[in-house]
Each structure stands twice: as structure tokens, then as C-alpha cells.
């Protein structure tokens, strides 16, 4: 069973303070590894896919990365407005529908 | 573009009540996925349909819920009787391709089963 952790559940950090948010997985082989960012009270929002270990994408202030067990996700000098929960899902060989994270609830104070 | 199109946005209903959910896709998007998002699950794949057939209803809970997909531009979510513990938000997401790509959701329908 595929299964994807993520850590911390929260992080709370001021602006300018760069930080980074782990998702750790366990699938019987990767298709693609999603980020998704999703502000309250709304659906979650495409940011990146990684297809495989080494890889690497960034927009803006954020860079995702990936290793054949886990994946961040660096903020680097962060803004208010990046203020989200942030979604990490997994989409391997065994399952046609994607596994989600529980997500890290990301607050940067101005 | 308009983007995923969910009504109501919110319902509240009484235990053992009908309730249909619906969703309009970004027009050209040929799969459409239906989720559904709790503090104590997280975000779970009820259904995917690609091309209006469905291919995985794994994550369809019990047979109080079912899923249709009339043409490509609706389709439905319908819980009947409804029960307190299906209280959740829904959201509808499309894309090309199924899970292989980016999925766009919409803004999701909050659900109350009193």
C-alpha cells in the first residue's frame, strides 16, 4: 500500500526566513511525485510534478526536489502570501488515483 | 476559463436525506475526478472517470454513493440516505490524461449531514 508522510504538520516562520517541508513516500514504483498548494476554504493548486530521483523544478520562491524516498519542497525567503497548507501526492505503479499527504500547514508572519 | 464549476457550494442536510453534488469540467478536459477532504483523512479519491466511463471507484465508500457522468461537460456525486459521518468537503477536479498530470479542482462543495 502506498503510503506518503508529510512533516511537519506545521511550521510557523517569519518572512525572509527560509525553511523546507518534507514528504517522505513508500509506493511500489513512482510515476510522478505532485505538489500542491491550497489556501483555506479553497481546492488545492497545481505547483509541480518530479518523475524521478535528482530531478528538480522551481517558481518563485520555491524549489521542489526529489530522492527515491523522499521529496522537499524549499521556500526561500518566504512572503505572507505564501501562507498555505501545502500537499504532497504520489501517483505510483500500483494505483490508477493519486495518494495524498496530510499536508504542512505553512504560516509566515509578516 | 471559467475553471471547475461546483454547486452548491455548501448544503446542509438532515440524516437520511438524498444529496447530489455536481460539477462542470474545464471544457476540453477528458478525466474528472471527485474527492473528498476531512481533518481526520486528509484528501481520498472517491472516482475517476476518463472519457465519462469510470475506471476507478475503489474509494467510493459504501453503495450510498454513487457517480455518474452523463457527457463531458457533468457529471453528479450522490449520496443517498445520507449520514452524519459523510459531512466533508467535495471537490470536482479535471485534466487531461487522468492521473499522469496536473489535476484542476474546483472550489469545493461543503457538506453538512446534521
Known amino acids: 500500500e502506498d503510503q506518503v508522510t508529510q512533516s511537519p504538520e506545521a511550521l510557523r516562520l517569519q518572512e525572509g526566513e527560509s525553511s523546507s517541508l518534507n514528504c517522505s513516500y513508500t509506493v511500489s514504483g513512482l510515476r510522478g511525485l505532485f505538489w500542491y498548494r491550497q489556501d483555506p476554504g479553497k481546492g488545492p493548486e497545481f505547483l509541480f510534478t518530479?518523475?524521478?530521483a535528482g530531478e528538480e523544478k522551481e517558481k518563485e520562491r520555491l524549489k521542489a526536489t526529489l530522492t527515491k524516498k523522499e521529496s522537499f519542497l524549499h521556500i526561500t525567503a518566504p512572503k505572507p502570501e505564501d501562507s498555505a497548507t501545502y500537499l504532497c501526492a504520489v501517483h505510483s505503479e500500483g494505483r490508477r488515483a493519486l495518494t495524498f499527504g496530510s499536508g504542512t500547514r505553512l504560516q509566515v508572519q509578516p | 476559463d471559467a475553471g471547475v464549476i461546483q454547486s452548491p457550494r455548501h448544503e446542509v442536510t438532515e440524516m437520511g436525506q438524498e444529496v447530489t453534488l455536481r460539477c462542470k469540467p474545464i471544457s476540453g478536459h477528458n478525466s474528472l475526478f471527485w474527492y473528498r477532504q476531512t481533518m481526520m483523512r486528509g484528501l481520498e479519491l472517491l472516482i475517476y472517470?476518463?472519457?465519462?466511463?469510470?475506471?476507478?471507484d475503489s474509494g467510493m465508500p459504501e453503495d450510498r454513493f454513487s457517480a455518474k457522468m452523463p457527457n463531458a461537460s457533468f457529471s453528479t456525486l450522490k449520496i443517498q440516505p445520507s449520514e452524519p459521518r459523510d459531512s466533508a468537503v467535495y471537490f470536482c477536479a479535471s485534466n487531461h490524461r487522468g492521473t499522469y498530470n496536473e489535476q484542476f479542482f474546483g472550489p469545493g462543495t461543503r457538506l453538512t449531514v446534521l
Open positions: 518530479l518523475y524521478s
Open positions: 472517470f476518463n472519457n465519462n466511463v469510470p475506471i476507478d
